[in-house]
């Protein structure tokens, strides 16, 4: 009923930039809040940030100043700007959203993943 697709992730040096996105498709009535979680090799999926209905973000203390979400309701989108990124930011990064589907059903819907890389 609802898709999450990720976009955006890679490979990039240490001090890099890259900007993630997520859009959401389906039976979408209205999108709560929205977040972007990452696993690391043999770590817990963590969450990153996250950002409520009416754009207020939280961010985890190991990103804050580097990394800003952002979402544009108008394209179900959600986003994720990630400066000055180190080598213990690399991780596969999902996009998580709470969706009321047309048919009032509450879906805590997850993208598939995108791999970000950085190397030293």
């Known amino acids: 009923q609802v898709q999450l697709v990720e976009s955006g992730g890679g490979l990039v040096q240490a001090g890099g930039s890259l900007r993630l996105s997520c859009a959401a498709s389906?039976?979408?009535?209205?999108?709560?809040?929205m977040g972007w979680y990452r696993q690391a090799p043999g770590e817990q999926r963590e969450l990153v940030t996250d950002?409520?209905?009416?754009?207020?973000?939280s961010y985890a203390d190991s990103v804050k100043g580097r990394f800003t979400i952002s979402r544009d309701d108008a394209k179900n989108t959600v986003y994720l700007q990630m400066n000055s990124l180190k080598p213990e930011d690399t991780a596969v990064y999902y996009c998580?959203?709470?969706?009321?589907?047309?048919?009032?059903?509450?879906?805590?819907?997850w993208g598939q993943g995108t791999q970000v890389t950085v190397t030293v």
């Open positions: 998580n959203a709470g969706v009321l589907t047309r048919a009032l059903q509450f879906l805590d819907s």
């Open positions: 950002i409520t209905r009416d754009g207020r973000p």
């Open positions: 389906g039976s979408i009535l209205r999108i709560n809040r």
